[in-house]
């Protein structure tokens, strides 16, 4: 079946520093894939669609300068975040589909932490 | 997509069935439904889709009203595992491709010892 790879599944960083995200379609070409936050005890929030080979599309209230999307390639989507704050804290999942399945696959997830 | 209300919990004893409704009332002719799985602190989990048929799986059945205003998941022999808050979700065609995925709030299904 459908493989999405997320990486790193868990990170610490500092307060002001910058944290990447990869997110990886390890058995199929994904020309969109979608980057998730989660706040705890709270739903997934759609951030972004990621589009290979073109600008990604934010949902509104989502700052594009501070979320950083690069779609590179087919099998390859990462998520940038900027100068990051405590309150960027949260669960961070991508999905993405294969086409001719239904349904999507998700990532494991990548849990950030800003202290 | 159309909007979708599902109860915020449930509870189920081991190995008994679960049955978890969904209200999509305003669901269109080529909106299909789908269920999601969510176990804490994973990505989520497909479970099932249809469109007016009854459908089963190796996981599931999906059961929906013949108006299609309404869908039952049934998991038929709950086990602990199976913890987890469930989604229903209405989504335009097959889901593969660009169309996102909207998640309600769920239900969290506790599975009882």
């Known amino acids: 079946g459908a493989v999405v790879s997320q990486h790193p599944s868990r990170v610490i960083c500092k307060s002001g520093t910058s944290v990447k995200i990869e997110c990886r379609s390890l058995d199929f070409q994904a020309t969109t894939m979608f980057w998730y936050r989660q706040f705890p005890k709270q739903s997934l929030m759609l951030m972004a669609t990621s589009n290979e080979g073109s600008k990604a599309t934010y949902e509104q209230g989502v700052e594009k300068d501070k979320f950083l999307i690069n779609h590179a390639s087919l099998t390859l989507s990462t998520l940038t975040v900027t100068s990051a704050h405590p309150e960027d804290s949260s669960f961070y999942i991508c999905?993405?589909?294969?086409?001719?399945?239904?349904?999507?696959?998700f990532g494991s997830g990548t849990r950030l932490t800003v202290v | 997509d159309a909007k979708t209300t599902q109860p915020p919990s449930m509870d189920c004893a081991e190995g008994r069935a679960a049955n978890l409704p969904c209200n999509h009332s305003?669901?269109?002719?080529?909106?299909?439904v789908y269920w999601y799985r969510q176990i804490h602190s994973q990505g989520p989990q497909y479970i099932i889709h249809g469109l007016k048929n009854n459908e089963t799986n190796e996981m599931a059945s999906l059961i929906i009203t013949e108006d299609r205003k309404s869908s039952t998941l049934i998991l038929p022999h709950a086990t602990l595992r199976d913890t987890a808050v469930y989604y229903c979700i209405a989504l335009r065609g097959s889901g593969a491709g660009s169309y996102q995925l909207t998640f309600g709030k769920g239900t969290k299904l506790s599975v009882i010892p």
């Open positions: 305003t669901i269109s002719g080529n909106e299909y």
């Open positions: 999905s993405a589909s294969r086409q001719g399945s239904y349904g999507y696959t």
